[in-house]
T-cell receptor, first 114, second 115 residues
Framework: GAGVSQSPSNKVTEKGKDVELRCDPI?????LYWYRQSLGQGLEFLIY????????KSGLPSDRFSAERTGGSVSTLTIQRTQQEDSAVYLC????????????FGPGTRLTVT | GDSVTQMEGPVTLSEEAFLTINCTYT??????LFWYVQYPGEGLQLLLK?????DKGSNKGFEATYRKETTSFHLEKGSVQVSDSAVYFC??????????????FGAGTTVTVRA
């Protein structure tokens, strides 16, 4: 079946603008994760969804970052008033509940803030 | 908190050489351990996993054994190919600590295999 998809694949925005990043998980996967991959910080966890609720938001770096998930499927990560330090690759992963929680990653969205 | 430390790269090898990438972890619970691989221009892919002590994960000729006594999960391959050139990430999830499976990653090790 189809894997995790993300859009856009690349996004260039000006400092101060808002951006929305989309993730479409594997059908049937109830858990969804957002991570960020940057040169300085490596791979960092941002937020976890189980269904439509987000019981773990501990990785969101500031209140400019928010995310939602609707219908237990698509998720949107929103960054308001973008800053240059937000430049990174944003990765989405999904998994089914149970097992070892192995996660399947999307190709990522490369965000560049100019 | 939970953390993963893996050997720094880059690592450059000749084809058919033996590869080892060291990974050690710190966790309060009983974590599951993973190796993910990122090939050039591609997304992260799960390479192998182990969920309890002494488990051995294996895939594509790669192996790693979950060693609780040394808190390690070293990745090995006996004979690498040019196609193994990639960035390798060691990771853990600690359900007991975080109540979810979020992954903590090492910094990644870039491996280049020359023909």
């Amino acid at each position: 079946g189809a894997g995790v998809s993300q859009s856009p694949s690349n996004k260039v925005t000006e400092k101060g603008k808002d951006v929305e990043l989309r993730c479409d998980p594997i059908s049937g996967h109830t858990a969804l994760y957002w991570y960020r991959q940057s040169l300085g910080q490596g791979l960092e966890f941002l937020i976890y969804f189980q269904g439509n609720s987000a019981p773990d938001k501990s990785g969101l770096p500031s209140d400019r970052f928010s995310a939602e998930r609707t219908g237990g499927s698509v998720s949107t990560l929103t960054i308001q008033r973008t800053q240059q330090e937000d430049s990174a690759v944003y990765l989405c992963a999904s998994s089914f509940l149970g097992g070892a929680g192995e996660q399947y990653f999307g190709p990522g969205t490369r965000l560049t803030v100019t | 908190g939970d953390s993963v430390t893996q050997m720094e790269g880059p690592v450059t090898l000749s084809e058919e050489a033996f590869l080892t990438i060291n990974c050690t972890y710190t966790a309060t619970g009983y974590p599951s351990l993973f190796w993910y691989v990122q090939y050039p221009g591609e997304g992260l892919q799960l390479l192998l996993k182990a969920t309890k002590a002494d488990d051995k994960g294996s895939n594509k000729g790669f192996e790693a054994t979950y060693r609780k006594e040394t808190t390690s999960f070293h990745l090995e391959k006996g004979s690498v190919q040019v196609s193994d050139s990639a960035v390798y990430f060691c990771a853990l999830s600690d359900l007991l600590r975080s109540n979810d499976y979020k992954l903590s990653f090492g910094a990644g090790t870039t491996v280049t295999v020359r023909a």
